[in-house]
């Protein structure tokens, strides 16, 4: 199973031209072959992040290939038809065509979710300017298409920092494992289980967002819309090639069901957008519908690196102190570059922090913490470089000097969207109040143990 | 002789990896609106260069912009002209002849579906509800040294390899003469040296 879920990500032979380009950006070296020659993944090293889906430049000249030809291609790739976009040597295999199927026949309860970071970059792909800011177009274009309810990624972020949060104060002031680990980037959490697995005991037993949100729409969110969770199609949107990976884990059924049904990427997002013909610049600005598309900034910024500890902290240092953080904005775990540390001080409590982005840069902390001399309680990291908003699944850039532009502005959007919400901290987000009153009981409780946590595997 | 000879971009084969990056910006370079991602094309991406990949070898080629062109002169239309150092085509006068494929030594120039034409469709389609017009006029289309863009050709700009170059031969004769100099200079020098 995990075995062909890897296969995901693929180097088409018949288009790789061996410039070995995809070398300089595999965080885990998984590309093998000769310079000039086609290369191969390794599918065992493979963490499915997609980086060399975006740098390949290798595609189906127009002159070169037939028609038939490339329907083929499209098909076997699951893109539609129709699409005008080469065909690049290093691909994917997305869900575009179940859930057109799904959206098609509406013989299930349809919910979707999108992460934080497809909202800064969707509109690239209908020509707005890189990074433009369209929460409410994009959830204007996913009830056009005939969702049911269009829930939201970062309403369980705000969920995820509830368990983590409450997760990292038990293990610092009862004993665990430490330094703790983020669990949310499933590319990492796959690299540990094969390359470190004497460390899983260090990552969050937290589930990701994506997989919070999951098991909470079959289960409660089934209840307030008088559904069985057997007749929910459950559908996230990532900017991740990853996240279809860590949706089919075995484990992944808390709900009874499996937890998310499909994911697409933001490109998949993009093709279902227009095949429907939807005018996505003019469309209006809608809401997420309530009570599980309701977000606070803390949510939204784990599309970018740093969000995720930036955001625990904003509600950690209140829960371990008492008192208000004297700024919301956490500026000294932002940044760019692959490794940053802070200290945090929450009255008794020093809280060592350290953010990573990019794999590779993860490599030597790791030792550290294998000689147990690590010099940090908490680590976030994620595996592409700029974090989710540089996902493998994001649109992919026609030429490389528009990369830095479009991180950049993607980042500063997800920045400025957090300080435009009224709620910047998850635990001040209501809906969340509301769902631990309702159903979940507390943070770290036997329900949030049943549906929010998991284990993991190390393999051998 | 004449210092004005036409410039062109020419491909190191020892630097070239074959990524085909100089293919994609050289159609978007040429593509009838500014477009950032993959997922914005309408139509495919044709570019002007084209990568060759052999046993031997692994380089685009394009357009040399001949001093005698064979192309101007096979052109039944006369719609190859040579302007301001480069040879040009008019697509909008180009019959399709083909005649320009057979005579360019280089295979640098491909019949496309004429520009003006795809604009022309675009308009019907969204009149007629995407029923396709049977009759596309094609035209010949070739290398154009990127004459719209200010920061010159974007195959070379956007290399990762510095594998391609714009010879500009003006400037290139100074580059050399000012090297061989150099090394006369140097050679000279020493020569003189073991004189005593
Ligand atoms: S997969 Fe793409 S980037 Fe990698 S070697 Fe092949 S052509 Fe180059
Ligand atoms: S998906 Fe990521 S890990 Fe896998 S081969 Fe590509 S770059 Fe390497």
Known sequence: MAKRMREFIRIDPELCSGCQRCHTVCPVDAIEGEPGEPQKICGDACVMCGQCVQICSAYDAFFEKDADWRVQKLRERNMPDGTNEPLFAAHYRGNFLAVKEILMHKNKFTMVQCAPAIRVALAEEFGMPLGSLVPGKMAAALRRLGFDRIYDTNFAADLTIMEEGSELIKRLTEGGTLPMFTSCCPAWVKFIEDKYPELVGHLSSCKSPQQMAGAIFKTYGAGLDGVAGENIYSVAIMPCTCKSFEAGRQEMKASGYQDVDAVLTTRELGYLIKEAGIDFAGLPEEEFDKPLGIYSGAGNIFGVTGGVMEAAIRSAYEMVSGKPLDSINVTSVRGEIGVRRTIIDAGEFQLKTVVVSGLKNVLSLLETVKQGNAEFDFMEVMTCPSGCISGGGQPKMLLPLDVPDAYHNRRNSLYRHDEELTYRQSHENPEIKTVYEQFLGEPLGHQSHKLLHTSYKASS | ?196
């Open chain 2, 1 to 196: 002789m004449n210092a004005q000879l036409n410039s062109f971009v020419v491909a190191d084969p020892k630097k070239c990896i074959g990524c085909r990056a100089c293919e994609i910006a050289c159609a978007v370079a040429h593509y009838d609106k500014e477009i950032k991602t993959v997922g914005c094309l309408d139509r495919p991406l044709i570019s002007r260069l084209y990568l060759v990949k052999t046993a031997e070898v692994t380089m685009p080629v394009q357009c040399h912009h001949c001093e005698n062109a064979p192309c101007v002169k096979s052109c039944t239309a006369k719609c190859i002209e040579y302007q301001d150092n480069k040879i040009l085509i008019d697509e909008e006068r180009c019959i399709g002849c083909k005649s320009c494929i057979l005579a360019c030594p280089f295979g640098a120039i491909e019949l496309i579906i004429s520009p003006c034409e795809i604009e022309k469709k675009n308009l019907l389609s969204m009149n007629t509800g995407g029923k396709e017009n049977s009759s596309q006029a094609v035209v010949a289309s070739k290398c154009d040294l990127c004459t719209r863009r200010s920061q010159g050709p974007a195959c070379v700009e956007v290399c990762s390899q510095q594998a391609l170059r714009y010879v500009d031969f003006y400037t290139e004769r100074k580059r050399r003469q000012s090297e061989a100099a150099q090394a006369i200079g140097a050679f000279v020098e020493s020569f003189r040296g073991q004189e005593g």
